[in-house]
């Protein structure tokens, strides 16, 4: 089985394509390949993907006149499907839509194909089958892709030594809307760094998150095993992402984003910087050791951070980023004492953007994004184009924080 969906948010989506060829171990008894009018606008990303446009649908038979025939063609059978959690759900959406409940096994060769073909540098159905030779000339329609996790289930049965999947085993998956729907979200993200928002069905904000890798920090998020993390899960219907390029703009975004939306998920408390990074010039070279703050007495950190966790870190990265003496002796100055005037900068959201950070009479005014054909020439135009912050002494420590890492860099002069 294979489905095509309009894309959008979960539980709006709609099949716009489906495909499914009845196999009984040997040969295909049966099969239907249809598209699907989905009562709705198919996303951009989706008729790029696939090549399917609304002008395409608009003669398509609806989901109820071809209801009946899936029912029949999958009855006492098993569903199997390369990620077959998002193709059973759109089936079950689509019969709920209905008044129908809509209830089969199913079976991932995913996971199959983890555990029989192991080794392999991603389990995505095209570089499965880019690996194992199957050809597939009609990629991101159903039935090429029904036709590929086919032939890939045949080469998995040949593999299958212990015949798990012939007597189906525990690789039969029953329903689980849960792990469905936290796939689906997740799905719906990338590894970028920004900052992402979840909200219920009726579009309330329930959690803000900023991360240097969304998908990874929203998978944490949502599997938590705790009261709140739970209630999370059962409450949360769709992600937004907004993309900040770095974990500067990140942090300070989702400082004020709290502090303005007070989402009801977020921790309640308030930001501490209980541990600072100090720097010993007692040697040959400039040494970086992190220490609580409470322990220091009036030794003054270079910068303080949240944790001894992240301030580890940071030492990594800095020995890292700065291994020459002259670039190490430059950063350890600033570190030492901000300039009142300076402009500092950092990835943009996209390729030829970058983002710059402004310093004025000693405060931290504020950020904006340029293109690289622009020059930072007069500091009119810094003031014109700024986004000005308000979480002043946070966003100075998190500078200092991202300078240490490597991610900022400074521009001499600033104007």
Not at 270 to 284: C, V
Not at 309 to 323: E, G, N, S, T, V
Not at 335 to 345: N, S
């Amino acid at each position: 089985m294979d489905i095509e969906s309009s894309g959008g948010p979960f539980g709006k989506e709609a099949i716009i394509e489906i495909a499914l060829f009845k196999y009984d171990g040997q040969e295909v008894l049966d099969q239907l390949i249809s598209l699907v009018h989905p009562h709705r606008e198919v996303q951009a990303f989706v008729t790029k993907m696939t090549g399917i446009s609304n002008k395409m649908l608009v003669r398509a038979p609806r989901f109820q006149e071809i209801a009946k025939r899936i029912i029949e063609i999958t009855e006492d059978s098993i569903l199997v499907g390369h990620n077959v959690a998002f193709d059973y759900r759109m089936l079950r959406q689509e019969y709920g839509r209905l008044g129908y409940t809509y209830e089969r096994k199913t079976l991932d060769t995913i996971g199959l194909s983890e555990e029989l073909i192991p080794g392999l540098s991603a389990y995505g159905l095209d570089k499965v089958a880019k690996e194992l030779g199957i050809l597939n000339t009609n990629k991101h329609r159903a039935e090429g892709d029904a036709r590929t996790t086919l032939e890939l289930f045949r080469i998995l049965q040949e593999k299958d030594r212990e015949k798990n999947i012939g007597v189906l085993g525990q690789s039969v998956r029953a329903n689980n809307y849960t792990d469905d729907k936290v796939n689906d979200l997740l799905r719906s993200v990338k590894k970028n760094r920004g900052l992402y928002y979840l909200h219920d069905q009726q579009g309330k904000l329930l959690y803000i998150g900023a991360s240097a890798n969304i998908k990874g920090s929203l998978g944490k998020v949502l599997i938590a095993d705790s009261e709140a993390g739970r209630q999370l899960r059962s409450e949360a219907h769709s992600v937004r992402m907004e993309l900040t390029g770095n974990s500067l703009v990140a942090a300070i975004k989702h400082q004020e984003e709290l502090s303005r939306a007070k989402p009801p998920y977020n921790s309640k408390k308030q930001l501490n910087f209980d541990t600072g990074i100090y720097l010993d010039m007692r040697g040959t070279s400039p040494v970086l050791y992190a220490r609580p703050l409470d322990q220091m007495g009036r030794k003054r950190p270079l910068c303080k951070v949240e944790h001894m966790k992240k301030a580890l870190r940071l030492i990594r990265m800095y020995k890292r980023f700065y291994r020459s003496p002259e670039k190490r002796d430059a950063l350890l100055r600033y570190l030492k004492k901000l300039p009142d005037q300076a402009v500092f900068t950092a990835k943009g959201r996209k390729t030829g953007e970058r983002c710059a950070f402004v310093l004025s009479e000693a405060s931290f005014k504020g950020y904006f994004y340029y293109n690289l054909n622009q020059k930072l020439t007069s500091k009119t135009f810094l003031e014109h184009n700024i986004s000005p912050i308000k979480s002043q002494k946070p966003a100075l420590q998190w500078l200092k924080q991202s300078l240490l890492a490597g991610e900022v860099e400074w521009l001499e002069p600033a104007y």
